[in-house]
């Protein structure tokens, strides 16, 4: 213990100076009462702060000194994050005339949780019980009279129990109701003390059914949160359900036999959750949903070791995404320092970072680019902010609609020059109502037909969702527009979808993909009914995807974007070297003003097909040509 902690005061003392920690959100304080090795378990609220992304967890983190001296620390994770289960010793099998007994003891004298017998036998319910000691000759009952099953994928051959050290068990397993099954074994579950989990609150935000699914919505009131176990509390006295969570699967049961229940209802997920909400979806293939009454989990605690070197207030940092991993010497004892006796330590509350300026995270990037006249372009709108920093503006759909699709003809200038942005496109959808109307046409008197009107021509809607309150029905919509071209005009087909509904079945809306965005102001939906009821539509609502626009600015002289100039070149910044340093900066949230008229046209796109007035002048000159050919070479009349 002498030469780590000899190689820990080196470690100590030969971190760098002074840390400026202008770019951590949160901080904690700890007081250390005396020097030496100290353990910590951090605080969820700090956890939750953490912005670490990718590389090791939480590398975001910073302890420093009474002095304001960085000093390095380890964060003692679970070296396992899986129980580990070991093959039982001397294992024996009895055969009697109404049971079967197993004799079999533990490979180690460590706790034991749970034990788990093994077979091959394929369908089969039987009652067992369990009793263990610790010195072979004084039993105790662990279990009694509980439920071994294997039956349509569902299984259950664990005991568990409070954590003992036992040198002996002995299960014993019913055969009066059925004939006697081959036993090969057990495995023994090892209680290691690092893998011990402390309840964590968890509330139910959300619930969704979809496509035989149950998409539920946990809130586990922070992020990073390195999660133990979940179970959950359901109502239904028989069923069986395979559910997902984090990546872990676990099938979920109930089942009772002659007066006798089992159940398995926990999801041992063993991972980090990076964000405060995360989903659990249970498959329900054709049964109904069931019904979740509460949910309950657990976490791992995450304690972190250091060296203090003296007494006093320290300070725990966290909450930096451009943070690099640190690399400190003290890495190399982590394994030895998890176990290791330290100090323990308790921090105060979590709070703000006084000293946190927003424009320590983002990268220098220069502040302007190019000049730029912007006599060409036809729309301008004011940038409002209050700080400055790195900004983020989401465009909104009018911008979205008179910009080029690209978006290749959307400046942002300040003072008649470029200030350079990038676009980021995240994948997010925004949705608004929009108003139909229903249309009854004569000449097609099957079909249903309404117009929904568009906020304005060129919304930039990617997909359409539709609700109707009809229960039973199976129908192919389509979506369309008016639009032109040199043979006149016809109807465009911007998306297509099969959708249909069965009694019973919950009311999930239709998703129709435009694989063309509208032009119009103005679109249809026409379905077939054959020879059923008239299909309803109760509402339709537009998605449209989220592009928000992040640059820098130094002060707060007077920011615009403008748009709407299809002249205008692509424009290739610099800036997307350090998109990714950008992307996880702290940014100030800005909006829009109201919309300027510029000296530029407006930049309508042209129809597919249309043509240039050229085109159609050399097509009126060929077709009169023709016809006097055709006029010379017909014979002419008798007078």
């Known amino acids: 213990m002498k030469t780590y902690l000899l190689l820990l005061g080196l470690c100590a003392t030969s971190g760098a100076g002074a840390a400026d920690l202008a770019a951590w959100t949160h901080r904690q304080t700890v007081p250390v009462g005396r020097p030496g090795l100290t353990r910590l378990v951090l605080d969820p609220a700090l956890l939750d702060a953490s912005r670490a992304a990718g590389g090791a967890a939480f590398h975001d983190l910073r302890v420093i000194s009474p002095a304001g001296v960085e000093t390095p620390y380890t964060v003692a994770l679970p070296r396992t994050m899986q129980p580990e289960h070991l093959p039982a010793a001397a294992f024996k099998v009895a055969l009697n005339p109404m049971e079967t007994v197993l004799d079999f003891q533990p490979p180690t004298g460590d706790a034991i949780s749970e034990v788990l017998l093994q077979t091959d036998a394929p369908n089969f319910i039987k009652a067992g019980s369990l ?28 005991f568990t129990f409070a954590p003992k050290a036992w040198t002996h068990f002995r299960a014993t397993v019913s055969d009066e109701r059925t004939g006697p099954i081959a036993f090969t074994g057990a495995l023994i579950r090892r209680d290691v003390p690092e893998l011990h989990t402390v309840a964590h609150p968890v509330a139910l935000r959300g ?10 919505t946990l809130d586990l009131g922070t992020a990073n949160v390195l999660l133990g176990q979940v179970r959950l509390h359901i109502a239904e006295p028989v069923f069986q359900r395979r559910a997902s969570l984090l990546g872990a699967g676990a099938t979920l049961f109930r089942l009772q036999y002659e007066g006798l229940s089992t159940e398995d209802l926990e999801i041992p997920a063993h991972r980090l959750a990076p964000s405060r909400e995360i989903e659990l979806v249970i498959a329900n293939g054709d049964s109904p949903p069931l019904h979740i009454e509460s949910i309950a989990a657990t976490r791992h605690e995450v304690p972190v070791v250091f060296q203090a070197d003296a007494a006093g207030e320290w300070q725990f940092f966290m909450g930096n995404a451009q943070a690099a991993p640190p690399s400190y010497d003290l890495a190399a004892l982590s394994d030895k320092l998890r176990d290791a006796a330290a100090n323990p330590a308790t921090g105060g509350a979590v709070e703000a970072n006084p000293g946190f300026r927003k424009t320590a995270t983002a990268p220098e990037v220069g502040d302007v680019g190019a000049a730029l006249d912007v006599s060409a372009w036809s729309f301008q709108r004011s940038v409002q902010f209050g700080e400055v920093g790195v900004i983020e503006l989401e465009l909104d759909p009018a911008v979205l609609a008179r910009a080029a699709q690209d978006l290749h003809d959307v400046r942002v200038v300040r003072g008649g020059r470029q200030i350079p942005f990038l676009a980021i496109n995240s994948g997010q959808l925004r949705e608004i109502a929009l108003v139909i109307t229903p249309i009854a046409d004569p000449k097609a008197p099957r079909w249903s037909k309404w117009d929904v009107a568009l906020p304005l021509p060129h919304f930039p809607a990617s997909e359409l969702q539709l609700e109707s309150p009809t229960p039973l029905f199976v129908r192919t919509l389509s979506v369309t527009e008016e639009a032109s071209n040199s043979q006149g005009h016809f109807e465009r087909i911007l998306g297509v979808a099969n959708w249909q509904r069965k009694p019973g079945q919950a009311s999930d809306p239709c998703l129709v993909t435009l694989n063309t965005a509208p032009s119009a102001s103005v679109i249809r939906i026409s379905s077939d009914n054959g020879d059923n009821a008239p299909l309803q539509l109760s509402s339709v609502r537009a998605r449209y995807p989220a592009v928000r626009l992040l640059f820098r600015v130094p002060d707060n002289a007077p920011v615009k974007i403008c748009y709407g100039n299809a002249r205008a070149n692509r424009v290739a910044y610099d800036l997307r070297l350090v998109q990714q340093e950008l992307e996880s900066a702290t940014k100030i949230a800005a909006t829009l003003g109201e919309e300027e008229k510029l000296a530029g046209s407006p930049a309508e796109p042209l129809m597919s097909g249309s043509g240039s007035p050229w085109l159609w002048a050399a097509l009126v000159l060929v077709v009169a040509a023709l016809l006097w050919i055709v006029a010379k070479l017909l014979p002419k009349t008798q007078a």
């Not at 509980?146 to 299984?155: H, K």
């Not at 619930?207 to 539920?216: C, D, Q």
């Open 207 to 216: 619930r969704r059914e979809s496509n035989g699914e149950t998409h539920l």
């Open 131 to 158: 009793e263990a000691s610790a010195d072979g000759a004084h039993w105790e009952t662990l279990a009694s009279q509980e439920l071994l099953c294997r039956q349509n994928g569902t299984e259950r051959l664990r």
